[in-house]
């Protein structure tokens, strides 16, 4: 323990010097640990942009190249598709000349079978609706459409009409139902009985023979849609002459192939090749900054280590050899100049009067 007044204040100076080196050793190392993170922060920044750099360029490049080859398979297959459009309508007129020629016998026959019944009817007097295909299905069915139609028009006439009637009255009654059903039996039976007995009673021979040239008009019609089915189903085009549009579809569908094949290799070249070289060409550029980023990160984070442990031995050494003695009240430049003031007045003789002169005159004051 210090005992006498000057080697009292000459272990007081020596705290106070300790501390204020200590504190100027642990400013050093505040200003050394923000310098490290600002450079640290810049250099990644760096990196950051160069990484970015890399990407942006790399990604326009190869949109770039990409979009070349788009546009080029965008147009070959736009000419595909009008080539396709050009084939198909010309089978289509094909298809529709071929099925007027092989259907142009029954066409005209029919033509002369319709003329035929005109002049058979007109010369019998005959009224116009007697040669329809509602007269022949409603008076002389012999097809199973036409007694198809027949059994529909019984449903509509004697059931649809007369409910549709009775639901739209605003009062509904049995009778008026039962009323509904005699007028539409009178008038529209009636009619139907009363046309078919005038028409056939005056004209049934001519009726009958109608009826054939009438048979012969549907059998026609059924082989002209026979023939236009099975030319329609048919698979061989070669009557159609479509070779010029094979041949241009076949070179297009090559150029679409050997586009889309040279777009591989581009961007098999571009990732291999042309990306590493763009890569190294933007490091490069940036390098040299890098690399002073990086040397002054170094120098800085060593001369951090080596304030640290500068801090760190200062501090091991102002504890253990002051602060044991002073305490942890009194570790501190202004109070030891206190402390000194008051051994030099002569109120103390060492340290530990000091300080307990120190803490009476606080408790007092």
Not at 110 to 118: A, S
Not at 139 to 167: D, M, Q, S, W
Not at 251 to 262: F, G, N
Request: net charge neutral.
């Amino acid at each position: 323990m210090v005992q006498t007044m000057g080697e009292c204040l000459l272990f007081l100076n020596e705290a106070r010097d300790a501390l204020d080196e200590l504190s100027l050793l642990e400013e050093q190392e505040k200003q050394l640990m923000q310098e490290e993170e600002r450079l640290e922060r810049n250099l990644e920044a760096e990196k950051k942009l160069v990484a970015d750099t890399i990407q942006q360029i790399v990604k326009q490049r190869r949109d770039e190249i990409s979009i070349t080859y788009e546009k080029e398979m965008a147009r070959a297959q736009d000419q595909l598709k009008k080539t396709r459009n050009k084939r198909e309508r010309a089978k289509s007129e094909g298809v529709k000349g071929r099925i007027e020629e092989e259907t142009a016998v029954f066409r005209e026959q029919i033509r002369d079978l319709k003329v035929q019944m005109k002049t058979m009817m007109r010369k019998e007097h005959v009224p116009g609706f007697c040669r329809s295909a509602l007269y022949y299905g409603l008076y002389f069915p012999r097809r199973l459409k036409e007694y198809l139609l027949l059994l529909l028009y019984v449903l509509v006439i004697f059931l649809a009409v007369p409910c549709g009637i009775y639901f739209l009255m605003p009062e509904r009654k049995p009778w008026y139902l039962a009323a509904i059903y005699l007028a539409d039996i009178l008038l529209v039976g009636g009619s139907y009985i009363a046309v078919g007995n005038r028409t056939k009673m005056l004209y049934m021979e001519v009726l009958r023979e109608g009826r054939q040239v009438y048979d012969q008009i549907l059998l026609n019609r059924k082989k002209i849609k026979k023939i236009t089915s099975g030319i329609r189903k048919d698979r061989n085009e070669s009557l159609y002459n479509l070779e010029r549009f094979d041949d241009e579809i076949a070179r297009l569908q090559q150029e679409l192939s050997d586009v889309a094949a040279k777009q591989k290799d581009a961007m098999n070249a571009f990732e291999t090749v042309t990306r590493t070289i763009l890569v190294d060409e933007i490091e490069h550029n940036h390098k040299a900054k890098i690399d002073q980023l990086e040397e002054g990160h170094r120098q800085v984070e060593g001369e951090l280590r080596t304030v640290m442990q500068q801090v760190k031995e200062q501090r091991l050494q102002v504890t253990e050899r002051y602060g044991t003695y002073l305490g942890r009240e009194f570790m501190d430049s202004q109070r030891i100049v206190e402390l000194s003031a008051i051994v030099q007045e002569g109120r103390a003789s060492n340290v530990s009067e000091a300080v307990s002169v120190y803490q009476a005159q606080r408790q007092r004051g």
